[in-house]
């Protein structure tokens, strides 16, 4: 169950993430500091979705980090929290893919998830 006082976000996310993030295998979210993202903050809740389905899941901030762009947000991070299926530079090519040079120039933000309940997946 979600805690009443905590904010709830919803965010659309690509079926190749969602699963990792469903597995428990990532912890580490990366997104642009758009305005709507400047409050997330530690123990709000992101549910994540992937667009035209009814997929979703919860997950629990525990920190956001941010970062003045991509390559430092890796580094900061570490890979494999980010994606254990790509290496460094095939992330940083696909996170550029998404997000053009002048999103990334709005800042990078490094969002720590947990899953609220890995149980329920089980």
């Known amino acids: 169950m979600t805690d009443p006082t905590a904010r709830v976000h919803e965010l659309n996310l690509f079926r190749q993430y969602f699963g990792l993030v469903v597995a428990g295998k990532k912890t580490i979210e990366v ?9 997330l903050a530690a123990g709000d809740i992101i549910r994540f979705r992937i667009k035209g389905t009814d997929d979703s899941c919860e997950v629990k901030v525990k920190r956001v980090t941010e970062y003045p762009e991509f390559e430092a947000l890796l580094d900061g991070e570490g890979p494999a929290n980010v994606n254990p299926t790509a290496t460094r530079d095939q992330q940083l090519a696909n996170i550029r893919a998404i997000y053009p040079p002048e ?3 709005l800042g990078a933000l490094a969002i720590e998830i947990q899953l609220s309940h890995p149980e329920a997946l089980a």
């Not at 997104?31 to 409050?39: E, F, G, I, N």
């Open 31 to 39: 997104r642009v500091k758009y305005p709507h993202l400047a409050d």
């Open 103 to 105: 999103k990334e120039a």
